[in-house]
């Protein structure tokens, strides 16, 4: 089964960047669909940007323009590029695959992923 394990979280101030990565492990074949969540404390985990493997993208409005998801196949990594931080981008970033090909609803929703990484903390400061 695929594993995935998040790094690149830390703390910045307000207007600051951070990027993020997702390593990609024991897998047999790329996932049709990775995606990268976040929840912060007292929300529900919510979907913020995601890349299928033949490059189509989805943001959440809230993150348009600010971040940039990619993915590296030779390394097998997905990176999330944070620019412009708020104090609300606060939270634990996840990143989560699936394999089952759907469509761009799939995309932000987090009952379509089945593989979950263990999440890295994000915290941005006023």
């Known amino acids: 089964q695929v594993h995935l394990v998040e790094s690149g979280g830390g703390s910045v101030e307000a207007g600051g960047s951070l990027r993020l990565s997702c390593s990609v492990s024991e897998f047999t074949s790329w996932p049709w669909l990775m995606g990268w969540f976040r929840q912060s404390s007292g929300n529900e985990r919510e979907g913020i940007a995601a890349i299928a493997s033949d490059g189509t993208y989805r943001y959440a409005d809230s993150v348009k323009g600010r971040f940039a998801v990619s993915v590296s196949f030779t390394k097998g990594t997905v990176s999330l590029r944070m620019n412009s931080l708020k104090p609300e981008d606060t939270g634990l970033y996840y990143c989560?695959?699936?394999?089952?090909?759907?469509?761009?609803?799939?995309?932000?929703?987090?009952?379509?992923?089945?593989?979950w990484g263990q999440g890295t903390q994000v915290t941005v400061s006023s």
């Open positions: 989560a695959a699936r394999y089952k090909y759907g469509d761009t609803s799939d995309f932000l929703r987090v009952s379509a992923y089945n593989t």
